[in-house]
Nanobody, 116 residues
Framework: QVQLVESGGGLVQAGGSLRLSCAASGITFRFYNMRWYRQTPGPQRELVAG???????NYSDSVKGRFTISRDNAKNMVYLQMNSLKPEDTAVYYC??????????WGQGTQVTVSS
């Protein structure tokens, strides 16, 4: 059974930092491309950052230079370091994983709230 479990969300003031973690189980983690998405009230989830099985990374323009995605294959973990947080970063953040271009597995989400 595949599980992705996020942690690390919370309330932070603008300009502050948070580190999100995602623990994966039930998959051969090192082969998976991992991503962080976020969702504000509404139907769309925004892709925030991704890291491939080969450690290539990509970021949305809105977070580039402020957020860093990383992974630890020995621990089956993926992280999102978020610095210089802004109120518009407030959202539920979701961990996502899949092989190649697929994205079938999702975590339950963790709330990040940035106060002004």
């Amino acid at each position: 059974q595949v599980q992705l479990v996020e942690s690390g969300g919370g309330l932070v003031q603008a300009g502050g930092s948070l580190r999100l973690s995602c623990a994966a189980s039930g998959i051969t983690f090192r082969f998976y491309n991992m991503r962080w998405y976020r969702q504000t009230p509404g139907p769309q989830r925004e892709l925030v950052a991704g890291i491939s099985s080969g450690n290539s990374t990509n970021y949305s323009d809105s977070v580039k230079g402020r957020f860093t995605i990383s992974r630890d294959n020995a621990k089956n973990m993926v992280y999102l370091q978020m610095n210089s947080l802004k109120p518009e970063d407030t959202a539920v953040y979701y961990c996502n994983g899949g092989l190649g271009g697929s994205a079938p597995f999702w975590g339950q989400g963790t709330q990040v709230t940035v106060s002004s």
